[in-house]
């Protein structure tokens, strides 16, 4: 590693002194910005992008590499004296030409292999040589970072799908340019003869039978449209990019292993919670440790032992809400061929588990896709959560239970109004309106599935509410409910005491948005609309808590005695 980072150092001085925002070398030349002369530094850019993009050069061809970085070393060093500006015109590209030669004659090598990933030959001539602002060595790490970048569509592909796919009576392409941040894609505009969900079902069949599963086809709404189209809705483009580049990758060892102990740590946080619940049971010095916060020192942990059977319950419950919610996922995206990454559990002390991170491994067919998978996870683990929470609830007035009952502050129902709500009609005034109140495990169960599941519905980024919206009402509408959700989180109005760890999680985790569908245009209809609106009106109420005028005139927990 160390070598490479140092072969690579003289390349990598361009890309830190380039004044764009974008790093693109190609980006850089075609709009001639003058780079500076780069020279052996101890930059490790090119190193990790080599890293980054999962490509391997062929030892040969970083062989010659290996001699042009020393050559220009040498340049460097003689700088003063005029010697060497000439030398080795266009390196880069002539080390990269023999080294396809010889492989070519070495003996049936794959060219386009992954030791060689993606020949000269096959990449758009985006960088032409020319021009006396540049330097040799500028122009060769030009070309270095065209051939380590994604790999393009190939212009001649190009060519046939225009003659074989485009025409009178599908798509008539009047423009194309390129598409993706570093132009890896083909972006065709133009109009359409038909309607446009036949069109594309056509054209993608098209495709597979004249390439094969050499790319993805997406229609998408066409950039910087003047106006709608004349059938109806907006003006679409379809871009091109390669199945390689657009798909997600699949799932390496390290990350089942990093699934493996979140799952493990997500049994060690519910089993927490069971036990917390027992607080009135727990010894003083256990107890001392799970309500004040200045404690540090853990106690003995055999005092535990005898509460972890009891804990179990709570534990087993919360856990199984959880598995729900991803079987949810699975069942919904089964039919719909779309495959789904393994989940990774987010262990939470309070609530057991903040739910789990849940990627999608394939490209969606469309908006309703999207849509329905991302809401069956939620409804599913709701569902068995407010199923727990009911029966708990009846349960918590059966005298044949009594001894299974666990004491909680009366406090703890004002986190949430729906919920104080539910538990106020279901127990009464007489038992709500007091210091504690005897509840059945099982509503602490459900109470956390519940919020849980309504943490995952709130419109933003990548949670299974924010690609609902997503689908439902598009991309600038999940911005405008995403800044509306960091304002409330911020301000502590949804969520109460757990607004803040669930905002910074998001932050940090969940912010980015899905990426669009094949089918990017059509609507997922009103009804799909009508069901999550009214679910993220309930998952207001939810997470909305209550404040103390309310739940004193409402009977929810005894006020006074906070």
């Not at 925002?21 to 980006?27: A, F």
Request: aromatic share 10%.
């Amino acid at each position: 590693m160390g070598t490479l980072a140092g072969y690579s150092s003289s390349f990598s001085t361009i890309i830190f002194r380039c004044p764009l925002k974008n790093p693109s070398m190609e980006y850089a030349y075609r709009n001639r910005i003058s780079l500076v002369n780069g020279s052996a530094g101890s930059c490790d850019v090119l190193c990790r992008e080599i890293i980054r993009k999962r490509r391997r050069i062929s030892s040969r061809y970083f062989g010659k590499l290996m001699m042009i970085r020393a050559s220009y070393s040498n340049n460097d060093d003689n700088s003063g004296s005029g010697e060497g500006e000439d030398k080795d015109s266009s390196s880069l590209a002539t080390a990269a030409k023999e080294d396809t030669e010889e492989r070519r004659s070495g003996g049936g090598e794959d060219l386009d292999s992954e030791d060689f990933p993606g020949s000269v030959s096959s990449r758009q001539p985006t960088i032409s040589p020319v021009g006396s602002g540049y330097n040799n060595f500028q122009v060769d790490s030009f070309k270095l970072m065209e051939l380590l970048g994604p790999e393009r569509v190939d212009p001649m592909d190009v060519k046939i799908i225009k003659e074989k796919l485009f025409g009178y009576s599908t798509f008539w392409v009047t423009k194309e340019e390129p598409f993706g941040d570093l132009g890896e894609g083909i972006l065709f505009l133009g109009n359409l003869r038909c309607k446009r969900e036949e069109v594309f079902a056509k054209l993608q069949n098209q495709l597979s039978e004249v390439m094969g599963d050499k790319y993805n086809l997406f229609m998408v709404e066409e950039p910087n449209s003047e106006g709608p189209d004349p059938r109806g809705g907006p003006r679409v483009s379809f871009s091109m990019l390669r199945k390689e580049v657009s798909e997600p990758g699949p799932t390496t060892l390290w990350q089942y292993v990093i699934a493996l102990l979140l799952f493990l740590l997500t049994i060690g946080s519910s089993v927490e919670l069971g036990i917390a619940s027992q607080i009135n049971r727990l010894p003083p010095e256990i107890a001392k440790y799970f309500t004040d916060p200045n404690a540090v020192e853990p106690p003995d942990m055999q005092l535990l032992l005898p509460f972890v059977d009891s804990a179990l319950p709570l534990a087993y419950g919360v856990l199984g809400v959880q598995l729900f919610h991803e079987v949810g996922h699975f069942l919904a995206a089964f039919p719909k061929k779309v495959k789904l990454s393994i989940p990774y559990f987010i262990p939470n002390i309070t609530l057991g588990s903040f739910g789990a991170i849940t990627q999608f491994k394939s490209i969606l067919p469309d908006q309703k896709a999207k849509v329905d998978i991302s809401l069956a996870g939620p409804f599913a683990g709701a569902v068995l959560s407010f199923s727990m929470f009911v029966v708990g609830l009846l349960l918590s007035s059966n005298p044949a239970v009594a001894s299974d009952l666990v004491q909680v502050p009366s406090m703890l129902f004002q986190g949430s109004l729906l919920l104080g709500l539910i538990s106020r009609a279901t127990l009464g005034y007489g038992a709500m309106h007091a210091a504690t109140v005897s509840i059945h495990p099982l509503v602490i169960a459900g109470w956390c599935g519940l919020t849980t599941s309504a943490f995952n519905m709130l419109p933003v980024g990548c949670l299974d509410g924010g690609r609902a919206v997503q689908g439902a009402f598009g991309k600038n509408a999940l911005v405008a409910f995403g800044l509306a959700t960091y304002t409330l989180l911020g301000l502590g109005v949804l969520g109460g005491p757990l607004s803040l760890p669930w905002g910074l999680y998001v932050l940090i985790c969940q912010r980015t948005p899905e990426k669009p569908c094949l089918n990017d245009v059509t609507e997922v209809g009103n009804w799909r609309r009508a069901i999550l609106s009214v679910a993220i009106f309930l998952v207001v109420l939810t997470l909305l808590p209550v404040w103390d005028e309310l739940a004193e005139e409402l009977g929810i927990g005894l006020v006074t005695t906070f």
